[in-house]
Every structure is written in C-alpha cells, then in structure tokens.
C-alpha cells in the first residue's frame, strides 16, 4: 500500500458530461502528481502542485483543470468528456518539490459512453 | 524534449531464466533515473532511482543499472511473482517524471 488514496476507483460517465476524481496523498507528502495512463500513450504527466501551488504542466488539455486544497487533498475536474478521455488516471505524491521517488494511487479508471 | 524508450515491449522468461530489460533515455542534464513495477489494475510501484552513470542497485532478484545514455534492469533467477509491467523513468530539465511505455514480464512456471 503506497499510502496515496484515489476515489472513486471506477466511473462511468457520457461524452460532455463533467467528473471529478479525487486523490489524498501520503501522510506528510506536500507535492501531488496527476498523471493519464491510456494502453497507446503509457504515463502522460498532467499536472503538479506542491503546497496548494501549481509548479509544473504537462500535456493537460483545456477542458481540465486540478487544484490542491489546504488539507493538501487534489481534484482534478475533467469537463465536456470525450470518448478518448477514457483511461487511467493516477496521482502521485512526494515528500518534496524537487525530483524524488513518486508514490502512487492505484488509480481511477474513466470509461466515456 | 526528455524522451525514454523501452526495449522489447514484452517478454516472456522460463522460471529461472535471467534476463534484462533496456530503458534508452535521451535528456538534457539527467537529475535522475526511476525504475517502477506495475501490476494489473495498480499504480506504479517505485523500486529504484540512479542518479549517476556506473551507478547500481539492487533488490531481491532485480538489479538496476545505469551509463549516460541507457539503463538496464537484470532480472536474476525469475520466478511467476515477478511477472509485471517494468516502467522506466527520467528526469532531466523539469520537475516532471518522463516515462517509458514499459516492458510487460511473464515469467512462466
């Protein structure tokens, strides 16, 4: 057990509609990773934040967005699905900003109908 | 831009039957390199980081490698429970981790 937490585990959900996945890192940890899992792409980095901040994007698209709340837990909200947003999306946390060993969450896999 | 690349896609291995896994990497100033587990339906598992070419770790069966442009993976004496996907990592100018697409390892009783 990594210590990270991903809920829900499952969603199913129709194109255009809006979801939010949550992610509550390891104790202790300040910096949250969000990453997408797709079976052609493999691990695409999304977002980081350390401490409530922002501090580095990858490929996210527009229609997705994330924060970290004081409690250090992170949503990312994905809106107007499509069809190929259907993957595996995992969080990560570390115990610092810079590059460190990432624990991950077991991930919440998102179907789109 | 960080690129990571992951040689063969899969492998099958006979219990016992060593092997490696290869991760080529290409980046600008390498800040570390990661080798992770993962099995069906969960999230990476972390096993090793090198920071440095002649680097090595080991643990149990697995052992992890680095030169300034690849990184190997020795599997010593596989057994079933080893079977997994094997995920390389770097990073190298961002804060971002760069994965490779993996390696799928069955090992066969």
């Known amino acids: 057990d990594s210590g990270v937490t991903q809920t829900p585990k499952h969603l199913i959900t129709a194109t255009g509609q809006r979801v939010t996945l949550r992610c509550s890192p390891r104790s202790g940890d300040l910096s949250v990773y969000w990453y997408q899992q797709s079976l052609d792409q493999g691990l695409q980095f999304l977002i980081q934040?350390?401490?409530?901040?922002?501090?580095a994007k990858g490929n996210i698209l527009e229609r997705f967005s994330a924060q970290q709340f004081p409690d250090l837990h992170s949503e990312l909200n994905l809106s107007s699905l499509e069809l190929g947003d259907s993957a595996l999306y995992f969080c990560?946390?570390?115990?610092?900003?810079?590059?460190?060993?990432?624990?991950f969450g077991n991930g919440t896999r998102l179907t789109v109908t | 831009e960080d690129q990571v690349t992951q040689s063969p896609e899969a492998l099958r291995l006979q219990e016992g039957e060593s092997s490696s896994l290869n991760c080529s990497y290409t980046v600008s100033g390498l800040r570390g390199l990661f080798w992770y587990r993962q099995d069906p339906g969960k999230g990476p598992e972390f096993l090793f980081t090198?920071?440095?070419a002649g680097e090595e770790k080991e643990k149990e069966r697995l052992k992890a490698t680095l030169t300034k442009k690849e990184s190997f993976l020795h599997i010593t004496a596989p057994k079933p429970e080893d079977s997994a996907t094997y995920l390389c990592?770097?990073?190298?100018?961002?804060?971002?981790?760069?994965f490779g697409k993996g390696t799928k390892l069955t090992v066969n009783p």
């Open positions: 990560a946390s570390s115990v610092q900003e810079g590059i460190s060993p990432l624990h």
């Open positions: 090198l920071y440095s």
């Open positions: 990592a770097t990073s190298g100018g961002s804060e971002k981790l760069v």
């Open positions: 934040y350390y401490n409530g901040e922002e501090r």
